[in-house]
């Protein structure tokens, strides 16, 4: 999934704002010891969230963990993301449940620097981001959930099999025929019979 799609979908969510207790400000975070966080989604934002990614379901969303400062004004957020989400099955749309359990690390830096040409390289390190005045754990736990999601989700047991389109009359090519040594292997075949 595109970074633009993450982010509109972090700021245009109405289950962010349904979640309380999930915005810090940062002058206000102790410096000497870590600010805990536990976030447990209701039913009323459970579907809020589900609509606004797209899913069929979304059954449980916890996120806890911790803020704490690194250094005189940088900050580590650490936690575990935890959901039960229902997508349709890419080849028989039938619904497949996904038990996402994931990690989530974030370092909030005030001199992060800002690029400022048209084409940007991406950071190795994609965890960091800049400080602003307000830490958003909801839209950290929104993007996290995103980037967990599976891109195609199948039940088990169904492989997509191969679909031939062709006229009547013709013989359809597959995709073994297409592949650079099919016809060598047919040939080697042809050989090792012939012994």
Known sequence: MQIALIM???QETKARAMITNARFRVAKLPQNR??????????????ALADQLGVTGLRKLRFQGDI???GKSDWRLTGQLGATVV?????????VTTRIDTEVSR???LDMPDPTWDEVEMP??????PLGDIIDISAVMVEALVLALPEFPRRDGVELGEAVYIEPGRIAIQDE???PFAQLSGLRDAL???K
């Open 8 to 10: 509109l979908l972090i």
């Open 34 to 47: 870590p600010t805990q966080f536990d976030i447990r989604a209701d039913g009323a934002v459970l579907a």
């Open 68 to 70: 704490r400062a690194m």
């Open 87 to 95: 997508q349709p099955c890419v080849v028989t749309l039938h619904p």
């Open 107 to 109: 370092q909030f830096l």
């Open 124 to 129: 190795k390190d994609d965890s960091q981001e």
């Open 177 to 179: 025929d297409t592949r």
């Open 192 to 194: 090792t019979r012939k």
